[in-house]
T-cell receptor, first 115, second 114 residues
């Protein structure tokens, strides 16, 4: 069975602080994909990144960066210089062929960025 | 227009009523999914379909049924709604042929059962 754990239920930071959201996953598959989604207060799911299991390169996109480490089964997400607009619930998710492309989500981390 | 459209966006219904949530997509994907989101629990899979003749139960299918009327349409029904089915429901599609397994989500349907 697949599992995604986001141990941080809620994080509060002040604007301009850096913040890291943790994600630990479990899967028996050697080929899998990891995702991060953002859910702002309006409720829609916004796709942020997809990473396949064979690509351990870290990625940076503007203020966002992701650290994928297979050795620790982690796919952490860092926001640099956080802004109020970053306030949202962030979900880490996992899919694989043996999971029939269905997504297994973590429970989410609510990020509150105050001015 | 959105690629994955859910109707209605919001619905309040009474306990015991039958309700249908509809999902249509213009992406041409064969695979479609219904997820349910509860506060603090993330999203959980209700049903999924790989084509019009293929329907599969997900993690939490009890109390729900689905219909895949066409490649583009996948409906979720609550035969007799109960209050603990109050949740945010998402429809999604994916195309494994891209090799990316990316899911495309609808805007969500907020269902309240009173």
């Amino acid at each position: 069975a697949q599992k995604v754990t986001q141990a941080q239920t809620e994080i509060s930071v002040v604007e301009k602080e850096d913040v890291t959201l943790d994600c630990v996953y479990e899967t028996r598959d050697t080929t899998y994909y990891l995702f991060w989604y953002k859910q702002p207060p309006s409720g829609e799911l916004v796709f942020l990144i997809r990473r396949n299991s064979f690509d351990e390169q870290n990625e940076i996109s503007g203020r966002y960066s992701w650290n994928f480490q297979k050795s620790t089964s982690s796919f952490n997400f860092t926001i640099t210089a956080s802004q109020v607009v970053d306030s949202a619930v962030y979900f880490c998710a996992l899919t694989s062929n043996s999971g029939y492309s269905t997504l297994t989500f973590g429970k989410g981390t609510m990020l509150l960025v105050s001015p | 227009d959105a690629d994955v459209t859910q109707t209605p966006r919001n619905r309040i219904t009474k306990t015991g009523k039958r309700i249908m949530l509809e999902c249509s997509q213009t992406k041409g994907h064969d695979r479609m999914y219904w997820y349910r989101q509860d506060p603090g629990l993330g999203l959980r899979l209700i049903y999924y379909s790989f084509d019009v003749k293929d329907i599969n139960k997900g993690e939490i299918s009890d109390g729900y049924s689905v219909s895949r009327q066409a490649q583009a349409k996948f409906s979720l029904s609550l035969e007799s709604a109960i209050p603990n089915q109050t949740a945010l429901y998402f429809c999604a599609t994916s195309d494994p042929g891209t090799g990316k397994d990316e899911a495309f989500f609808g805007q969500g349907t907020r269902l309240t059962v009173v």
